[in-house]
C-alpha cells in the first residue's frame, strides 16, 4: 500500500524517443507534483496540479507534457528526449498548496543514451 | 545569490557526535521551512516542518530557524550510522517549496 507510486523505476531510451512516466498517489490528496533531481541532486520542481488544474508551470521546455485524468493521478510525457532530461524524476502529493508536507514516491530514474 | 544556499558536503561525522546541518536563504517572503531525508535511491522525506523564529525538536532532531539572520539549521544529537543520507533544507513561497541542493551526511561507525 505504497502512499506515491511511480512507473517505470527505470527508464533507458534513445536520443529523440517519447516517453511516459506514470504517477499514482493514495494518500486523498489534492495537489501532485513533479520534480527533476540531476546528477548533483539538485531538487527543482517542474509542474504542480491541484484537483487536476494545472498551478505551476517552471521554465520547463514544451517537450515536457504532464496530464492529470484525475486528482490521484499525475503523468508526464515527454517528447524527443535530450542527453539532458537524463536525470530521477521524483512525483510528489501534499493535501494543499505548497506549505503542506510533501510526500515523494521513489523516483524514476530516467537514461537517454 | 540562489534563494537557498546549502553546503553539499560530504561532512562526515564519528557516531555519537552532534551534527549540525545549515542553510542561508535570500528571500524574506517564505512562511515555512523544512528539512527533508533522502536515503541512497529514494525519495526525500519529510523530517521537520517549523514556520517560526525559535527550535522545535523532535526526538534526537532539532530544527532551529533565525529569520532575522536568514539561517536555518538542523541538529543530529548521538549521530547513528544509519542518519547517513543527503539532508535537503527546504522553504516554500508562492505556493511552490525551493530546495536547497542537499548535504551528503556520513556517520562512520
Known amino acids: 500500500d505504497t502512499a506515491v507510486s511511480q512507473t517505470p523505476k527505470y527508464l533507458v531510451t534513445q536520443m529523440g524517443n517519447d516517453k511516459s512516466i506514470k504517477c499514482e498517489q493514495n494518500?486523498?490528496?489534492?495537489?501532485m507534483y513533479w520534480y527533476k533531481q540531476d546528477s548533483k541532486k539538485f531538487l527543482k520542481i517542474m509542474f504542480s496540479?491541484?484537483?487536476?488544474?494545472?498551478?505551476i508551470n517552471e521554465t520547463v521546455p514544451n517537450r515536457f507534457s504532464p496530464k492529470s485524468p484525475d486528482k490521484a493521478h499525475l503523468n508526464l510525457h515527454i517528447n524527443s528526449l535530450e542527453l539532458g532530461d537524463s536525470a530521477v524524476y521524483f512525483c510528489?502529493?501534499?493535501?494543499?498548496?505548497?506549505?503542506?508536507?510533501?510526500?515523494f514516491g521513489p523516483g524514476t530514474r530516467l537514461l537517454v543514451l | 545569490q540562489k534563494e537557498v544556499e546549502q553546503d553539499p558536503g560530504p561532512l562526515s561525522v564519528p557516531e555519537g557526535a552532534i551534527v549540525s546541518l545549515n542553510c542561508t536563504y535570500s528571500?524574506?517572503?517564505?512562511?515555512?521551512f523544512m528539512w527533508y531525508r533522502q536515503y541512497s535511491r529514494k525519495g526525500p522525506e519529510l523530517l521537520m516542518y517549523?514556520?517560526?523564529?525559535g527550535n522545535k525538536e523532535d526526538g534526537r532532531f532539532t530544527a532551529q530557524v533565525d529569520k532575522s539572520s536568514k539561517y536555518i539549521s538542523l541538529f543530529i544529537r548521538d549521530s547513528q550510522p544509519s542518519d547517513s543520507a543527503t539532508y535537503l533544507c527546504?522553504?516554500?513561497?508562492?505556493?511552490?517549496?525551493?530546495f536547497g541542493k542537499g548535504t551528503r551526511l556520513h556517520i562512520l561507525p
Open positions: 517549523t514556520y517560526s523564529s
Open positions: 496540479y491541484n484537483n487536476k488544474e494545472l498551478i
Open positions: 527546504a522553504m516554500n513561497r508562492d505556493d511552490k517549496i525551493i
Open positions: 510528489a502529493s501534499s493535501q494543499g498548496l505548497a506549505g503542506e508536507t510533501q510526500y
Open positions: 528571500n524574506s517572503a517564505f512562511q515555512y
Open positions: 494518500l486523498g490528496h489534492d495537489t
